[in-house]
């Protein structure tokens, strides 16, 4: 098996349970099985989960410091984000979408450096490398830069982000009042999506910007699939 055929094989086992939904890093939606609504591919949504709690070392009372920086953040661009359904345009949502992100991300770097170490911030990054679509980050400035995509790899990775968000968001239309067995279907099905987006953005990259992208990534860090909440039961009359 060939280094690429490895790497490609590594993220798409750490990619099988992520599943992102559009505007999921600052949307008041709560969805099941996440802390408050948070989304895992925002700095602040990874710091809300004890685990990544753990890894950081955060203590105690900075985690209640990093909360406040959140749900005020979340407020501030709440208003934001649910301007951008009256774009009708898609793909003028979506550059104002993915601007919004950017900002709300520069924000809360902003802010949680007050709080995190660099240390802690370095880890955090790796994290969030290793947990979110590889679309979404070959979509930060920041990380495009690093790797010197070039317009070409950019456009198409933004295609493969667009389209496999549109897959996966009429999924999750069919989850609404969906059994057990249709929702596990679902997530197989969204997982699979996930995993094929990923593996073919990988394959827009060289090798050696392949070695960079896993250098990004630190040390291995698994994250564990939060546990779904069971569904109620309606209530019987006697």
Known sequence: MTRMQNVLVSVTVLMMGAAFVLAAETAPRRRRGSRGGRSRSSLT??????????????????????????????????????????????????????????????????????????EQMIRLYQIRTQTRPVTDTLASKYVAEKLKLTDDQKAKAAKIGADSRTKRSAIYRTMRDA???????????????????????????????????EKMKGEKFELKRAPREPAKKPATTT
Request: proline share 0%.
């Open 45 to 118: 949504g990874l710091l809300s989960i004890e685990q990544v709690q753990k890894e950081l070392k955060v203590q105690e009372a900075d985690v209640a410091k990093i909360k406040a920086i959140s749900d005020k953040l979340r407020a501030e661009m709440r208003k934001q984000y649910t301007e951008l359904r009256k774009i009708k345009d898609e793909k003028e949502r979506r550059a104002k979408y993915t601007e919004l992100r950017n900002q709300y991300d520069a924000k809360s770097r902003k802010q949680l450096q007050d709080v995190l170490s660099k």
């Open 179 to 213: 059994n057990e067995a249709k929702r596990a279907e679902a997530s197989k099905k969204l997982r699979e999506i996930s995993a094929e987006a990923d593996k073919q953005a990988l394959e827009l990259l060289t090798e050696e910007q392949v070695k960079a992208f």
